[in-house]
């Protein structure tokens, strides 16, 4: 006897190249989804930095603590590039 009418079929099972694609998917995330440190610098000379903190990553398991340890990143990255004096 098949389903009663008007009741939900169960959800299809995965197959293994399904599975096996879907692990695939989540052990190669964008990289975008890490940690980075960036360095460039403008038209005038100036290093620009941009550091992005993102927790789950070594010592960054709360917003607190990915928030100090991009604070305290940007702080040594601009005491190596410091902004000179005169307008920018």
């Keep these: 006897m098949g389903p009663a009418a008007g009741s939900a079929e169960p959800p299809a099972r995965l197959t293994l190249s399904e599975l096996a ?11 975008r989804e890490h940690s980075t440190v960036s360095l460039s610098r403008s038209a005038r000379g100036v290093t620009q930095i941009e550091v992005s903190v993102r927790t789950g990553d070594e010592g960054a ?24 004096a005169g307008p920018v």
């Design 61 to 84: 398991d709360t917003p607190a603590e990915a928030a100090a340890l991009a604070r305290k990143l940007y702080d040594e990255l601009r005491a190596e590039y410091p902004v000179e």
């Design 21 to 31: 694609r879907a692990q695939l998917a989540a052990l190669t995330r964008s990289p």
